[in-house]
């Protein structure tokens, strides 16, 4: 407990040198007195006031001693210059594949403006964002074009102080990259990162989206792949710590570890090779605070095991806090290592005397032996999450502007499954790894709890009043919560008998109960996703759905016979993969066909690397397909071996009165015909004026049941008398409300009393056996 008591002083020190101006000298000798103090003091009490300060003092050299000066070869000084910049370095991390980019760390070792000739030494490191088609890889050697500018700082939220935490000074936006060769850097990152980059593919080969992104983001910490409609479900519900990498990851795999090992090699060898894994895996996942935290305080416990002595949390924690300091004193500045700390500390202090309380409360009810058994799920899932909440309540509210209330029962939902997404997705990782049929019969349990924790999180992050924004200002408020929260804890930990008001605390005590529903809601949804599971089975009717505008001009088609068909992408693969594992059957990994009707990156870019979460059959686009992403686009699917073919007004694809036809094509895309017995839709994305008159003008056209008219952002001609000509019964319009001043962004009323819109109506979905329609919205439609 001395341990920690300690670290207390040593952290206020470092948070003090950063707000006064004295230097490293004055708090050297500031120290020096304190040091006297302590070896003159005679009264202990003296020598505790003592030691505090010259704690204090020693934090505060710490930082000092790692004030950041920018040497005169450091690449920050040519921030903001009009010229453009040639640079030539090591990627030194591991680069992060985005929706529409790379994010990559360039450590500089050349550097030249363009106008030279003559390369000169340089030192730092600058964050890149490139193309997302640029294959970037750790240790790649790479010559870089592009400006240098200063990172932004923004009025909640300094972007620039976060990356100098990091020792980058210098953002280089749309990079123009090429890599001259690979194999530098260390090799055992080299190989970790790589692993990584591999089983975050396998996890996407053996699980839908948005479920496969998330057990990255569990297992790996890749989470670039999370939806960001998922992120801000998770961020309303409070539950964003059930993504990161924690110490319940840690305590995962070194209970593995040592019960695999131990039976093999002994109990001493066994805890060795945990030690060993940790350090790995917190390589692998990137080591951010929070996971060296834990991975610490894991190291400390298995240190302590071995020597057979008793694990102090306290000490621990104090111990994690001193190491990780001492390397980087910025890191009190981190929100990871903010939120680590302060929730292993609630750990510490309250998950204990909670769920003994909850026993004392429970033996009423229960009985003693019945209350024992109900404290291990109840304090797991329960209580340790309150004691947890209680220390980072103020923090969250500072970091993310939100109070969450809907957290306190969104948590106790779904951490109960956790464990087991833990574990049987590495088991699933480790098959799939091994043999890909392997790892998705192993990921079918776990798919049904990962989808069960996105729908609680996506269900309760739509209810009303389950979250409010906070001021990010509001320090004074976080101080005196805490002083609040110590005063509350030293009154709770006297003897019974000196606390006053011990009537009234009795009586608050007794209002805890045993919420056994979630256990029963867990398996409720469990069997509802088993059962959906079983109904995705081809009913003999077409499905038609039309995505907001998010996804761009895009339709996913199933066959009466179960076929899946993609028309276009969308602007990106995330959104993408998102919108089909949620509509496909869990297990379909495949799409039988890719039609690319349109040309504009905002209908293509998310086909981009779909190939690693799909299995496309074929790909078919009309003879004219003009731009540099469609025929990039089509080389891409050929290098993969699949087949493509062109789809015109003479070749169709026909499956009994099933049938799908170009009628038009142009410079921007293609006017699609879907034909179903009686049933006729058309869909123009990419229309242009032209081709909108030219449409006009085909007899077929006339009384088309359904009509999708693209969000293309083209000033047209006013469409009424394509409409006028169509005769619809339905219009659709895939669009953002008030996206543009063209005449296809005006109210549902243009569109006739049956125009649908996704800005709306969210996701529209067509039903039909060719002679009947029904229609399925994501939201219901407004009432006048």
């Not at 416990?301 to 300091?325: C, D, K």
């Amino acid at each position: 407990m001395a341990l920690f008591w300690s670290a207390i002083p040593w952290m206020a020190g470092i948070l003090l040198a950063k707000v006064t101006t004295l230097t490293l000298w004055q708090w050297l000798f500031l120290a020096a007195l304190s040091f006297s103090g302590v070896w003159l003091a005679r009264q202990p009490h003296l020598r505790l006031v003592h030691l505090g300060v010259l704690l204090l003092c020693l934090g505060a050299t710490r930082l000092s001693l790692n004030q950041r000066i920018i040497p005169a070869q450091h690449i920050a000084h040519l921030n903001d210059d009009e010229d453009p910049l040639i640079l030539y370095g090591i990627i030194c991390a591991d680069p992060q594949r985005r929706a529409s980019s790379v994010r990559a760390e360039l450590c500089v070792q050349r550097a030249r403006l363009s106008n030279e000739t003559i390369s000169h030494n340089a030192e730092g490191r600058v964050l890149l964002y490139t193309h997302r088609e640029t294959d970037l890889s750790y240790g790649d050697r790479v010559r870089t074009f592009g400006h240098l500018s200063t990172p932004p700082s923004f009025e909640t939220f300094s972007y620039a102080d976060y990356l100098a935490r990091q020792d980058i000074y210098s953002l280089m936006g749309n990079a123009s990259v090429t890599v001259l060769d690979s194999g530098h850097g260390h090799c055992l990152l080299r190989s970790l990162y790589q692993l990584r980059r591999s089983s975050h593919q396998v996890l996407l080969a053996i699980l839908p989206d948005p479920e496969a992104s998330l057990l990255s983001g569990i297992l790996l910490g890749v989470e670039v792949g999370i939806p960001l409609a998922v992120q801000e479900a998770f961020n309303q519900t409070g539950t964003t710590h059930i993504i990161a990498i924690s110490g319940f990851n840690i305590t995962i795999i070194a209970g593995f570890v040592i019960t695999a090992f131990g039976r093999l090699f002994g109990r001493t060898r066994g805890m060795l090779a945990a030690c060993l894994v940790i350090l790995l895996y917190t390589l692998l996942v990137g080591a951010d605070a929070a996971v060296v935290r834990a991975a610490i305080m894991g190291l400390l416990t298995l240190y302590a095991r071995l020597l057979g002595r008793r694990t102090y949390a306290f000490a621990s924690l104090a111990a994690s806090v001193y190491i990780m300091t001492l390397i980087d004193p910025y890191l009190l500045w981190d929100a990871g290592f903010q939120l680590s700390f302060a929730a292993t500390l609630g750990l510490i202090l309250y998950a204990d005397p909670l769920t003994d309380h909850f026993i004392r409360v429970g033996s009423r009810w229960l009985g003693e032996k019945g209350a024992q058994r109900a404290a291990g799920p109840v304090g797991d899932y329960i209580l340790m999450t309150f004691a947890a909440q209680l220390t980072t309540l103020p923090l969250t509210m500072m970091l993310f502007q939100r109070f969450s209330l809907s957290s306190f029962f969104v948590n106790p939902l779904i951490l109960p499954v956790q464990p087991a997404i833990m574990m049987g997705g590495g088991a699933a990782l480790l098959g799939g790894l091994a043999w890909n049929p392997l790892g998705k019969i192993l990921a079918a349990p776990v798919w049904i709890l990962l989808a069960y924790t996105i729908r609680i999180v996506e269900w309760c992050a739509r209810l009303p009043f389950g979250s409010f924004p906070t001021s990010p200002n509001a320090a004074h408020l976080a101080l005196l919560y805490y002083v609040l929260l110590l005063g509350t804890t030293c009154y709770l930990r006297l003897p019974p008998e000196k606390r006053p008001l011990q009537v009234f605390v009795e009586r608050c005590r007794s209002a805890i109960t045993i919420p056994v529903w979630s256990l029963l809601a867990g398996l409720s949804m469990a069997t509802a996703f088993v059962w959906r599971t079983a109904a995705a089975r081809p009913d003999g009717l077409l499905h038609i759905t039309v995505f907001p505008a998010g996804n761009g001009d895009m339709a996913l088609i199933t066959t009466p016979d179960g076929r899946s068909l993609l028309i276009d992408g969308g602007p990106s693969t995330v959104d993408l993969a998102d919108a089909l594992g949620r509509r496909l059957p869990p297990w379909n990994r495949e799409l039988d066909a890719v039609i690319l009707a349109g040309t504009r990156p905002e209908q293509l870019q998310g086909l981009v690397d779909i190939t690693e979460r799909f299995q496309i059959h074929q790909v078919l686009h009309p003879t004219r397909m003009w731009g540099n992403l469609s025929k990039a686009l089509l080389e891409e699917f050929q290098q993969e071996g699949i087949p493509v073919h062109t789809l015109d007004e003479e070749l169709c694809i026909q499956r009994g009165s099933f049938l799908i036809e170009i009628v038009s094509s142009g410079q921007h895309g293609a006017a699609v015909l879907l034909s179903y017995d009686a049933f006729q839709l058309l869909m123009l994305p990419g229309i242009t004026p032209g081709e909108a008159e030219t449409l006009s003008g085909i007899p077929r056209l006339a009384d088309m049941t359904a009509v999708l008219l693209a969000d293309s952002g083209y000033d047209a001609t006013n469409p009424d008398c394509l409409l006028e000509h169509l005769h619809p019964h339905i219009a659709i319009i895939s669009t953002q409300a008030a996206a543009s001043n063209s005449p296809f962004h005006t109210g549902s009323a243009a569109l006739g009393p049956n125009g649908l819109r996704t800005d709306e109506l969210g996701w529209i979905e067509l039903i039909t056996d060719g002679q009947r329609l029904w229609v399925l919205t994501e939201y219901p439609p407004a009432t006048p």
